[in-house]
């Protein structure tokens, strides 16, 4: 197992309804546009995972889980990885319901997108100053 953390923060345009995809990013504005991502200022953009994390994720059988802490409340995704992936953006984390790749996807075929995170978790995120853990590791 290759497991790699990083923190992200809060906005109070987190809306997290985005059916699909969900996202992290290492701008530090968010628009409501942006109704997928629910944590910025991210320490992590797909190109800071390891290159032995990268290697991994190519694996169509390999099982990508991502564990969001925030406020004592966790929730997990768990998704898996493709041929495709590149893991090449230097701004940005998209976790994806779909088979869809580019530059920005950790993974594919996910259990959960946005809107079915914690809700709990969202609120929190909601705050400017809130913070929250991501613990990414796949198997």
């Known amino acids: 197992m290759i497991t790699e953390t990083f923190?992200?923060?809060?906005?109070?345009?987190?809306?997290?309804?985005?059916k699909?995809?969900?996202?992290?990013?290492?701008?530090?504005?968010?628009?409501?546009?942006?109704?997928?991502?629910?944590?910025?200022?991210s320490e992590f953009g797909c190109a800071d995972f390891s290159s032995e994390f990268k290697k991994a994720v190519k694996d169509e059988n390999a099982k990508v889980t991502i564990s969001i802490e925030a406020d004592g409340i966790v929730d997990t995704?768990?998704?898996?990885?493709?041929?495709?992936?590149s893991l090449t953006d230097n701004n940005e984390i998209v976790i994806r319901k779909s088979d869809f790749v580019c530059g920005r996807?950790?993974?594919?075929?996910?259990?959960?997108?946005?809107?079915?995170?914690?809700?709990r978790i969202v609120d929190f995120?909601?705050?400017?100053e809130a913070r929250a853990k991501v613990t990414v590791s796949i198997s």
């Open 125 to 128: 995120l909601k705050k400017p």
């Open 77 to 85: 995704v768990s998704g898996f990885g493709h041929p495709d992936i």
């Open 20 to 41: 699909s995809t969900l996202e992290f990013t290492k701008d530090t504005d968010l628009t409501h546009n942006g109704d997928c991502i629910i944590g910025i200022g």
């Open 105 to 119: 996807t950790l993974c594919v075929n996910s259990n959960k997108a946005a809107k079915d995170i914690d809700a």
């Open 7 to 18: 923190f992200v923060y809060g906005h109070e345009n987190v809306r997290s309804t985005h």
